[in-house]
T-cell receptor, first 109, second 114 residues
């Protein structure tokens, strides 16, 4: 079966750095997405990786290793507004997105 | 309209009733999707449409139907609602020229079936 694993919840301190991991086992791979979802709101797109390596976008970076079935989202200089759930999703061989259950990130002052 | 809109925002429905959730996008995206999101689970695809006039089944299609008569609209119908269909429903679309594979989501409909 297809599976996306990410931690259920993480806690970090304002101003610090946090890394949210995602491992996947899917039938085929056609890219990995990270989305942010604030409570009661819709998911919003953060990043997309299709090749191995690091993609940097401001305070957020995303890394992919296809051989290991592994990705992480790195958030730097954490702000209180970063408190949200972070969703990992993989596009499979049918070009459909398979979603992880999300990681709830709690930021403490 | 800018982006994707969904209606209603929330709804309480008696079991056995028919309900249509509406979704409209103004981005001229070819592909549209319906997901449900339940606590502790990832988003699960119900139905999708790659282009107007075509639809396909996702991971959890039973009890739901869709139509895609034009590019902008993608309604989801529950023919006879059951309590297990209590969920938050998100509509999404993809196909922007700069990021063709990225899905953009509507604000969601919170549905409670009693």
């Amino acid at each position: 079966g297809q599976n996306i694993d990410q931690p259920t919840e993480m806690t970090a301190t304002e101003g610090a750095i946090v890394q949210i991991n995602c491992t996947y086992q899917t039938s085929g791979f056609n890219g990995l997405f990270w989305y942010q979802q604030h409570a009661g709101e819709a998911p919003t797109f953060l990043s997309y990786n299709v090749l191995d390596g690091l993609e940097e976008k401001g305070r957020f970076s995303s890394f992919l290793s296809r051989s290991k079935g592994y990705s992480y989202l790195l958030l730097k200089e954490l702000q209180m507004k970063d408190s949200a759930s972070y969703l990992c999703a993989v596009r499979d061989s049918n070009y459909q997105l398979i979603w992880g259950a999300g990681t709830k990130l709690i930021i403490k002052p | 309209i800018a982006g994707i809109t969904q209606a209603p925002t929330s709804q309480i429905l008696a079991a056995g009733r028919r309900m249509t959730l509406r979704c409209t996008q103004d981005m001229r995206h070819n592909a549209m999707y319906w997901y449900r999101q339940d606590l502790g689970l990832g988003l699960r695809l119900i139905h999708y449409s790659n282009t107007a006039g075509t639809t396909g089944k996702g991971e959890v299609p039973d009890g739901y139907s869709v139509s895609r008569a034009n590019t902008d609209d993608f309604p989801l119908t529950l023919a006879s609602a059951v309590p297990s269909q209590t969920s938050v429903y998100f509509c999404a679309s993809s196909g922007s020229p700069d990021r063709p594979d990225t899905q953009y989501f509507g604000p969601g409909t919170r549905l409670t079936v009693l």
